[in-house]
């Protein structure tokens, strides 16, 4: 069985949560937080809060379980932090020059011309980038550079 969560806001809380509001200044995603809340401690159920806010079922779940949950009024209303995210290029100057210098050179033995996925591959042999490349990738650079394998 799911656990409910009830929204006790306390006289600080709602009148912090009302001047957000009427300044208008913040997010619409945190506004609608914000009024979700209120609703929440007036004693509305959850399909009355998402008519009237207009969110969905969902945001009222977890903005009444992260209020309750997770520290107060800040917690509910903020975007929790996002994980770092990857680099975005696994081919930086220096492997674009190698690989268009290596996509310029002669094709290996028993090969007519180099092919995406060879380039690919031997980027990764001649140790110019750290771990895998896609073919795909390599397609973009070479594109972007404007070369021709040939």
């Known amino acids: 069985m799911a656990k409910t969560y009830t929204v006790k806001l306390d006289a600080r809380e709602r009148l912090a949560l009302e001047r957000k509001l ?18 929440c401690d ?22 009444r379980k992260r209020f ?44 007519e011309s180099w092919t995406m996925q060879l380039l690919a591959d031997s980027l990764v042999k001649l140790k110019y980038v750290d771990g895998p490349v896609s073919d795909e990738t390599v397609r973009r650079v070479l594109k972007k550079t404007r070369s021709s394998r040939g």
């Open 22 to 39: 009427r300044a208008g200044r913040d997010s619409a995603r945190t506004l609608a937080r914000a009024r979700v809340l209120l609703k």
């Open 42 to 63: 007036e004693g509305c159920t959850d399909e009355e809060v998402v008519e009237a806010v207009g969110v969905s079922l969902g945001t009222v779940e977890r903005s």
């Open 68 to 111: 309750c949950t997770g520290g107060g009024l800040d917690a509910a209303l903020r975007d929790r932090p996002q994980p770092p995210r990857p680099a975005k290029r696994k081919i930086d100057g220096a492997a674009e020059a190698r690989l268009v210098t290596l996509a310029c050179s002669t094709p290996p033995d028993g090969r």
